[in-house]
């Protein structure tokens, strides 16, 4: 079963940056690609998406201008480049491969890795 580790979370101070990164070890992840964060006392949301062959993706309304998805040479891992981070980015960031592009229907979750921004 494909299994999906997230990683590259950390502390940042505000206006910092972190990339974090999503892989599926022994496959390709060749899959459409959805990243969610759960802010704490909140419900989980999508903040970006990208099509399985990564030709097209979508950021958030919250994010746009500030975070990018993208897709490794080798299609092993997709990344989230978050930039100029803001206190309201802290929560789980979570991988997940969707059924179709930008779906809210998940096959399989990471399991999360934590994003704190805070000075």
């Known amino acids: 079963q494909l299994q999906l580790v997230e990683s590259g979370g950390g502390l940042v101070q505000p206006g910092g940056s972190l990339r974090l990164s999503c892989a599926a070890s022994?496959?390709?992840?060749?899959?459409?690609i959805g990243w969610f964060r759960q802010a704490p006392g909140k419900e989980r949301e999508r903040i970006s998406c990208?099509?399985?062959?990564?030709?097209?993706?979508m950021v958030a309304d919250s994010v746009k201008g500030r975070f990018t998805i993208s897709r490794g040479d080798a299609k092993r891992t997709v990344y989230l480049q978050m930039n100029r981070l803001k206190p309201e980015d802290t929560g789980v960031y979570y991988c997940a491969v969707t059924n179709s592009y930008c779906s809210l229907s998940v096959r399989y979750w990471g399991q999360g890795t934590q994003v704190t921004v805070s000075s």
């Open positions: 022994g496959f390709t992840l060749d899959y459409p």
């Open positions: 990208i099509s399985g062959i990564g030709a097209t993706a």
